[in-house]
Every structure is written in structure tokens, then in C-alpha cells.
């Protein structure tokens, strides 16, 4: 079974602070995902990762940044929180080749920015 | 035009009748196909994939896929309460070095007992 977890699952930050979320996945997987979701706008995906040390931007990277360190560990770093990144935030791992991927999703943090 | 389309419900169906959920998608060289059910207040749980046109079953969910005309859809069989929940259909799209999903809206399923 593919685990994917990630450090919390809700979390109160204010707004300027510096914010960490982290995922960890125990499958030996490539490629690493965050992706937010919000209420009518669907998943949307901000960074992703194919391997260590390496990273691509999504369609809404501004205000994230990622490191993925190790294979299993990809950060999602919030530089400066706004209340605009109050959402749920979904990490994703990946696995099946480059055209027949299959994302796999943790269980998700709700993030409330005051 | 949206890259994925779904109809975003609610989709309101009776105990024990077949659920019809439909998507399309725009990028004529997408390869696979996913569905993904997402309860309230938790993340996306993959339901089934396709690759091929034809049908695909998998105990009461079957997923169709016609890459001609650009849809793919889920049916699931003998509905059930415990299968109201927000349905996501999905779309692989090669990118560089691998690939992403582009997912749609969602459609919100509700069964009445």
C-alpha cells in the first residue's frame, strides 16, 4: 500500500510568518506533487518534483517555494503566510513512467492564515 | 475551454440506480485517464485508471474511454449512500521530464436511501 503522509493536518498560522509543510512518502516514488484546493476552483497544482534536488513550477507557484532534499521528503515553504493561502493543501506522489503516471494523495493540511 | 470538464452536479440519484459521471478533456495526446473520489473533508482516493478506448470494470465502477470524441466517464452500479461524495476526473498530460494530471471541477454525487 502506497503511504503518503504529510506533518499536520490543520494548522493556524498569522499572517506574515514563515510556514512549513512537509510530505512523506515510504513508496520509492519519482515524482512529488502539492497541489491546493479551494472551494470552486478545484485542485490547482503548485510545484512538483521528478527527483531529488530538482524542481518545476505548477500554475500557481507565487508566494511557495519546495526542496526536496531526500527522495521521500518534499517541503512546501509558505515565505511570508497571507490570508490568501488559507486553503487545503494536498500532497501527491507519482509513479508509472512518464505517459501512465498514477498520483497517489496524502491526507492533506487545512491551513487557516489569520 | 477548459483542459477538463466536468458537469458539477449535484448529481442526485436513488439507492441501487446506476450513476453516470462524464468528463472531457482538450489535449487530443493525453494517454491515461483517472477517477478519484473525494469525500468531504478528505483527499482525492484513486478509484480506477484507463488507458484504452472501451470499457473498463472494476466490481460496480466502470470507466469508459472514447479518445475520438474526447470523453471518458464513470458509471457506478447498484449506487449506494456511501458512495455520495465529490468525483474527480482526471487527465495526464506529458510535461517535460514526466508528466501532470490536470483534474477537473469535480461532480458532486449524492445517493438517497
Known amino acids: 500500500d502506497v503511504k503518503v503522509t504529510q506533518s499536520s493536518r490543520y494548522l493556524v498560522k498569522r499572517t506574515g510568518e514563515k510556514v512549513f509543510l512537509e510530505c512523506v512518502q515510504d513508496?520509492?516514488?519519482?515524482?512529488m506533487f502539492w497541489y491546493r484546493q479551494d472551494p470552486g476552483l478545484g485542485l490547482r497544482l503548485i510545484y512538483f518534483?521528478?527527483?531529488?534536488?530538482?524542481?518545476e513550477k505548477g500554475d500557481i507557484p507565487e508566494g511557495y517555494s519546495v526542496s526536496r532534499e531526500k527522495k521521500e521528503r518534499f517541503s512546501l515553504i509558505l515565505e511570508s503566510a497571507s490570508t490568501n493561502q488559507t486553503s487545503m493543501y494536498l500532497c501527491?506522489?507519482?509513479?508509472?513512467?512518464?505517459?501512465?503516471?498514477?498520483?497517489?494523495f496524502g491526507p492533506g493540511t487545512r491551513l487557516l492564515v489569520l | 475551454q477548459k483542459e477538463v470538464e466536468q458537469n458539477s452536479g449535484p448529481l442526485s440519484v436513488p439507492e441501487g440506480a446506476i450513476a453516470s459521471l462524464n468528463c472531457t478533456y482538450s489535449?487530443?495526446?493525453?494517454?491515461?485517464f483517472f477517477w478519484y473520489r473525494q469525500y468531504s473533508g478528505k483527499s482525492p482516493e484513486l478509484i480506477m485508471f484507463?488507458?484504452?478506448?472501451g470499457d473498463k470494470e472494476d466490481g460496480r465502477f466502470t470507466a469508459q474511454l472514447n479518445k475520438a470524441s474526447q470523453y471518458v466517464s464513470l458509471l457506478i452500479r447498484d449506487s449506494q449512500p456511501s458512495d455520495s461524495a465529490t468525483y474527480l476526473c482526471?487527465?495526464?498530460?506529458?510535461?517535460?521530464?514526466?508528466?501532470?494530471?490536470?483534474f477537473g471541477q469535480g461532480t458532486e454525487l449524492s445517493v438517497k436511501p
Open positions: 501527491a506522489t507519482g509513479a508509472g513512467g512518464r505517459e501512465r503516471e498514477t498520483q497517489y
Open positions: 513508496m520509492d516514488h519519482e515524482n
Open positions: 484507463i488507458y484504452s478506448n
Open positions: 489535449d487530443r495526446g493525453s494517454q491515461s
Open positions: 482526471a487527465v495526464h498530460m506529458i510535461y517535460n521530464q514526466g508528466g501532470k494530471l490536470i
Open positions: 518534483s521528478y527527483d531529488v534536488k530538482m524542481k
